[in-house]
């Protein structure tokens, strides 16, 4: 069995079994609520969206790994190899996940969300990037969070709650340990304006993103091989 294969089968595990309908109407509800209040600049709008995104995005990543049978995600394991089965996983919750980010960012076009007004372009492109900066952290919290690591259910949502309310209170400007939690807040803030925030704070931002998601992603590789 091929990693595409088995990425290809997670997903349409994920879409047929309806477990996608519920993140999808919080998505729904998360973006009408940012976009019903009128216009805003599009990196304002686009920053605050892929923050908010965060937690509904690592929840559908959970989901997605949590739709495969242990027993059957055992026997993917032996047959493709642990490095390959876990990043299988991975992979459709990113694809699921920048699909999402994707449908996001037409969004406020609907509900004329956007200030057409006010550095349109340059404020897309760096909405883009904000959505792009909190997709690989999203996936490593739900994967952090799934069955095969937490071992439990009670525990997976204990996991995904709490890291979910830290990335926005450690997230918080003047918060005593931000690098504690992937920058999803500290992005929303450096675009919260009409100028475009310095090349030097953007560098910032990828930086921290990345070295975030490297402990993370690192964290769970280890926790698999020890786990399963």
């Not at 969206?49 to 937690?55: E, H, Q, T, V, Y």
């Not at 709490?162 to 918060?175: K, R, Y």
């Amino acid at each position: 069995m091929r990693t595409e294969r088995l990425v290809r089968m997670r997903l349409a595990g994920f879409l047929r079994g309806g477990r996608i309908l519920a993140p999808a109407i919080a998505v729904l509800v998360v973006l009408g609520v940012i976009y019903g209040g009128g216009a805003s600049p599009a990196a304002t709008a686009y920053g605050y969206s892929a923050a908010a995104l965060f937690p509904v995005l690592a929840w559908q990543s959970k989901l997605l790994l949590d739709t495969e049978p242990d027993t059957q995600r055992r026997l993917a394991r032996v047959a493709v190899g642990g490095r390959r089965e876990a990043l299988a996983g991975l992979l459709a919750a990113g694809l699921l996940a920048l699909l999402v980010c994707a449908l996001a960012m037409g969004a406020p076009w609907v509900f004329n969300g956007i200030d057409t007004g006010k550095a349109v372009v340059s404020g897309t492109l760096l909405g883009v990037l904000a959505h792009l900066l909190a997709v690989p952290p999203a996936v490593a919290l739900g994967a952090l969070a799934s069955r095969a690591v937490t071992r439990g259910v009670r525990n997976g949502i204990a996991v995904l709650v709490t890291a979910a309310v830290l990335a926005v209170v450690l997230g918080l400007q003047g918060s005593v340990a931000p690098w504690l939690v992937p920058p999803v807040m500290a992005t929303a803030r450096a675009l919260n304006g009409v100028e475009p925030p310095p090349v030097a704070t953007v560098a910032v931002l990828v930086v921290w993103a990345v070295l975030w998601c490297g402990v993370a992603f690192g964290a769970y590789a280890h926790l698999r091989r020890t786990r399963t």
